[in-house]
């Protein structure tokens, strides 16, 4: 071998080694780089937006999650499909907002919503949140048939306004939402489709139908909204209408959207979101501070125990509590009041609300969630009631006289409710909901004569 020949060998296997040291370091100062595990280790979005937050932000990680479009608009990530069904607003760690989609990856992510998918991006901060700077994905699992974010028209149910208009039917449609991203297209079609049968099967004026809905705005021309969904302006329709009605008119009061209260089961981490009772009128012992580890009124100890009201979510993040509805309620004169109540815990609202001459029906009990539909964009409870009352299932009518009372369409709802909640109706005062079959406990007697 030359001596030239040597040399360069020698400098070939020192100039490797130099790399093989270059790339060790390289390798040992990376390994806390989260870019070098963005396709062999998926974060969960309650990791990234976890008590470690901060260490993510400016990162570059995959993010692991279904694909949805929160509000039927904004692309994210959540944790469990469950969350868009439930009526609580979603937790803050249990999704995930994607910013920079590009269009053609929206469209794809569109036409798989619902599917399991590993996101790459930045994690960066927003507006105090979390969320992901879209840069690629890759989609983990085919979506099944969940489509809780579809905008339902009323193709075959259209409103249309009667010739002869009922002047004493007056009706509140409210739904809330909580804030832009928390809400649920579902909301606007449980009201429209609600809205639609008023007027077109029960004759009610249109301008006795108060809409109560978000930000004010409609999400298609298929309902008119009077009002955006705060405290002050259901302050004013409820005012409006005490000084408009007499003993003479009816209400109808329906809500959906979500609503707070207390689960002991802590389902799919929707526990709390009612208030702490102040007047002490809640008819339950109360929740102990200690059993759950929670600190109920924030006075600094965990040693009380403590009672919950609950309340309607309205939008822009305020609240109508059980007792507030029942104050707004009680200053309107008229003949009779049919109350109907979609959302979370609604059912303790039956305390609060009851009494002679009104019919309250809720989609679940007091310490329970109620639930979207998993195979149309409405909810549950609030679907079944609404196509009883239209007469599109005439199985509801078990006395074949060719209408649908209150009872009749309870029951018929009830039965159809195949979700994880069990829907209440009061209608003899006594403050206390019944589940079905009706009537039973002496509620349903009455709503056995009552229709819309």
């Not at 002991?264 to 339950?284: F, M, Q, S, T």
Request: hydrophobic share 35%.
């Amino acid at each position: 071998m030359s001596k030239a020949l040597a040399a360069g060998l020698g400098i070939l296997v020192i100039l490797l080694a130099g790399l093989n040291v270059y790339q060790y370091f390289q390798l040992n100062e990376s390994a806390g780089d989260l870019s070098a595990l963005e396709e062999t280790y998926p974060r969960s979005i309650d990791e990234l937006k976890g008590p470690e937050r901060d260490t993510f932000i400016g990162k570059n990680v995959t993010a692991e999650g279904f694909f949805v479009l929160l509000a039927g608009k904004y692309p994210a990530l959540v944790s469990s499909l469950e969350d868009l069904l439930i009526n609580s607003p979603i937790p803050d760690d249990r999704y995930l907002e994607l910013s920079d989609v590009t269009a053609r990856a929206r469209e794809e992510l569109t036409a798989e919503a619902g599917a399991m998918v590993h996101v790459t991006g930045t994690v960066l901060e927003m507006e105090g949140d979390v969320v992901l700077k879209f840069r690629e994905h890759r989609v983990v699992r085919k979506p099944g048939s969940l489509t809780p974010w579809v905008l339902e028209k009323l193709e075959t149910i259209p409103v249309e306004i009667p010739v002869e208009l009922v002047h004493f039917k007056y009706a509140v449609l409210i739904s809330g939402g909580w804030n832009a991203i928390k809400t649920q297209l579902r909301y606007w079609n449980d009201m429209k489709y609600m809205y639609s049968v008023l007027v077109s099967a029960y004759h009610y004026n249109p301008e006795n139908i108060y809409v109560v809905y978000e930000d004010g705005v409609g999400e298609d021309t298929d309902m008119p909204v009077n009002y955006s969904a705060t405290v002050s302006n259901v302050n004013t329709v409820f005012g409006a209408l005490a000084a408009r009605m007499t003993a003479r008119d009816s209400l109808f009061v329906f809500t959906t959207n979500h609503g707070g209260g207390f689960n002991p089961k802590e389902a799919y981490g929707h526990r709390n979101g009612g208030i702490v009772d102040v007047n002490g009128d809640e008819p339950e012992a109360g929740y102990s501070e200690a059993a759950y580890g929670e600190d109920f009124n924030k006075d600094g100890d965990k040693l009380d125990t403590v009672k919950i009201d609950e309340v309607l979510c309205l939008y822009y993040e305020q609240e109508l509590s059980d007792d507030d509805l029942a104050n707004l309620l009680a200053s309107i004169t008229c003949h009779r009041m049919i109350i109907f109540m979609e959302q979370c815990f609604s059912g303790g609202f039956i305390h609060d609300l009851s009494a002679s001459n009104r019919f309250i029906l809720t989609a679940c009990g007091e310490e329970e969630s109620s639930w979207g539909m998993a195979s149309l964009s409405y909810d549950e409870f609030s679907y079944y009631f609404t196509r009883a009352v239209n007469g599109q299932d005439w199985s509801a009518d078990t006395n074949s006289d060719q209408n649908i009372c209150m009872t009749e369409a309870f029951n018929y709802a009830s039965n159809k409710d195949k979700q994880n909640e069990d829907p209440h109706y009061d209608d003899n005062g006594d403050s206390l909901g019944h589940m079905g079959p009706l009537p039973t406990g002496g509620d349903g007697t009455a709503g056995n004569n009552e229709f819309l």
